[in-house]
């Protein structure tokens, strides 16, 4: 038999366990991390853990077009997915019966604790991979939910010995591997879990691979997270200023997302700094933000977080996979460019360059025009495109923060108010990006005046 596997994600080593209480042997195919395309592939992990990649190289999307590890071929057949995988060996090789037993209810109950095991483990990825694969900061909401299974888990356990029956089974064998993966955030180490952490030991022992492999599977995940961060680390520059509301909008995602490998660079744009020849060699339009990553270099916000939020996979809901929710999000976006930021420089750019608080006629009669606009956006959702946080919150954030700065009263626009607050509230570094820039602007203004 041929197994496709890694020795990191938990389903596979669960495969491996099996298969040594069944006394089983593989013609293993694992994928070598050391290998610079597969290490690119691997941060892609899902909660499925497809490789996609890594198994259109092996040429198995012939075999398993799933594309999922592990993957075994027994002689004319071919199971993907790690429970498949795992029932189809038990049924196979179980001779005593005692993994897989045929009474209904403990089949119902190894069952119950297979399809719990799924949705655990995708909790898990869900809200571990971000954090420890890409670094980015933790997300409160799904680190609830995945202490609501644990907790769910807890109950479940509650005056028994094991998940299924009176004795181990396969509901122990998959349950076990996932929960060894939350020894990477250290979940289990709260008091809060204490059935749990005791059957885990008592199960962990009845499998006698199991710490061998742990063990093979932690020294893998140090090998590959070292690389990862010397990957991950390599410094982006961002040259930016304060005043400018899409610099603004960009540092608060960046705040979100939990990237400290930026180098900031804050350019006086009244000294003339984006003007110096090797700023112009890199952004020959010589405005702010623009960023380098690398190879990589680009200005216009909008385009920049675009970037970000592929390049480190942000998830569900903040850049929408669904095309039409994307649609939207990008929608607001470019009206956020092409109609709210030039309302708003149109309207108090005379005051800002003369100090005079009056506003042309026709100017502010327009603003007041594109902001009903955008409190009718807000009035169908929480949020300016529906009802959960997207890129283009930071983008209209960024700019609506001119009004502030500018004390543009904005109690008319009723829904616009609601969304502020809720953006200082929901939104990491919104307060102090504004605190920063509210400080600076006076500054602004006086070295504007002696240019003038």
Not at 274 to 281: C, G, H, K, R, S
Request: with cysteine; charged share 25%.
């Amino acid at each position: 038999m041929d197994l496709y596997y890694h020795i990191i994600p938990p389903p596979s080593r669960a495969v491996l366990v099996l298969a040594d209480l069944l006394n089983l042997e593989f013609n293993l195919t694992s994928i070598d991390t050391r290998d610079e395309q597969e290490l690119a592939v691997l941060t892609k992990v899902t909660s499925s853990c497809v490789i996609q990649r890594l198994l259109r190289s092996l040429s198995t999307t012939q075999v398993n077009p799933l594309q999922s590890l592990p993957t075994l071929i027994d002689g004319d057949i071919v199971v993907g997915e790690p429970h498949a995988v795992l029932l189809h060996l038990t049924i196979r090789f179980d001779s005593g019966g005692t993994l897989y037993p045929a009474e209904l209810r403990v089949r119902s109950s190894i069952h119950q604790c297979l399809f719990f095991d799924t949705n655990l483990y995708k909790c898990f990825v869900a809200y571990a991979m971000p954090v420890v694969i890409k670094r980015l900061a933790p997300d409160q909401e799904l680190f609830e939910k995945l202490l609501a299974c644990l907790a769910g888990l807890e109950g479940y356990l509650e005056g028994r010995e094991y998940a299924a029956c009176d004795h181990f089974t396969l509901a122990d064998l998959c349950l076990a591997h996932t929960i060894s993966a939350l020894d990477v955030i250290k979940v289990l180490l709260d008091p809060k879990y204490p059935n749990v952490a005791r059957w885990f030991e008592k199960v962990r022992g009845e499998m006698p691979k199991f710490d061998e492999l742990q063990g093979r599977a932690e020294e893998a995940l140090r090998a590959f997270l070292a690389r990862q961060i010397q990957y991950t680390e390599r410094k982006m520059d961002i040259y930016y200023n304060i005043i400018s509301p899409p610099s603004r909008a960009l540092a608060l995602l960046m705040s979100n997302l939990g990237l400290l490998s930026v180098s900031w660079k804050s350019l006086d744009l009244l000294a003339g700094e984006q003007l110096a020849p090797e700023f112009v060699a890199i952004n020959p339009q010589h405005c702010v933000p623009t960023l380098v990553d690398g190879d990589v270099v680009l200005w216009e916000s909008n385009a920049i977080m675009v970037y970000l939020a592929e390049k480190y996979q942000i998830p569900e809901p903040g850049y929408p996979r669904d095309p039409v929710r994307r649609a939207l999000m990008l929608q607001r976006m470019f009206f956020d460019v092409g109609t709210l930021h030039k309302a708003i420089t149109e309207c108090y750019s005379h005051q800002v360059v003369t100090g005079k608080q009056e506003k042309g006629e026709t100017a502010a009669k327009k603003l007041d025009e594109v902001l009903k606009l955008l409190d009718g956006f807000l009035a169908k959702g929480k949020y300016v495109a529906g009802d959960t946080l997207t890129l283009a919150d930071f983008s209209i954030a960024g700019t609506m923060s001119i009004l502030t700065l500018v004390e543009h009263d904005l109690s008319s626009y009723e829904q616009i108010s609601r969304w502020q607050n809720l953006c200082s509230e929901k939104m990491s570094g919104y307060g102090g990006l504004m605190d920063e820039a509210k400080a600076e602007w006076p500054k602004f203004l006086e070295n504007l005046k002696k240019k003038l």
